[in-house]
């Protein structure tokens, strides 16, 4: 991928419920003449252009959906003068003209409860990939555990599911439950505006 003019890149992390703050620090980078060109973990890179010519906005494609599907939601984003600038995992970075208006009508309620209810449930299958990383680990290591006779090996498989075990509770409690308590809190929310609004 060839790109002209001035490049940067810049390292930044955000946990999945900080997805509005990565959005609206993106934006703000393309109001100062930043255009985002790719994305990996952590990692954005920008090309120098003219301030505040696009503006951008997170959206989530479960990848259970079919490449059809994804393809025709590629299409329609087309369409619509929409760009699809990068990916990483389930989320797609979109890039629009500023002068074609916003993504969406400023108080559009269903659509934040859309975006939110998406990014909940991708934060769900994620932790429970997780899991079932951890626990597949421990039933290996206990299986490892149960059929070696050696002292020493069966000493490692313990300490091993020790060590998984230790780090799943930290993982799940320090990182992974505030997560899903702050997408809950936003979806309740959400659902709260609307019950006012109908």
Known sequence: MKFQGEMKKVWRYYNIAEYEKEEQWINEMAKEGWQLTAIGFCRYIFRRGTPGEYIYKLDVVERTA????????????????????GEFKDWIYLQKRTADGPFDMKDDTYAKLRTVNKVYSFAVRTLCKLLKIFAGVVIICSLGQMLSSNYAIQELFGGIMGGCAISAIIVLAILWVPILRKLRRKVNQLIDEIGVIV
């Not at 984003?77 to 760009?83: A, F, N, P, W, Y």
């Open 66 to 85: 079919s490449d059809e599907v994804k393809e025709s939601y590629f299409n329609f984003l087309t369409e619509c003068g929409i760009r699809v600038v």
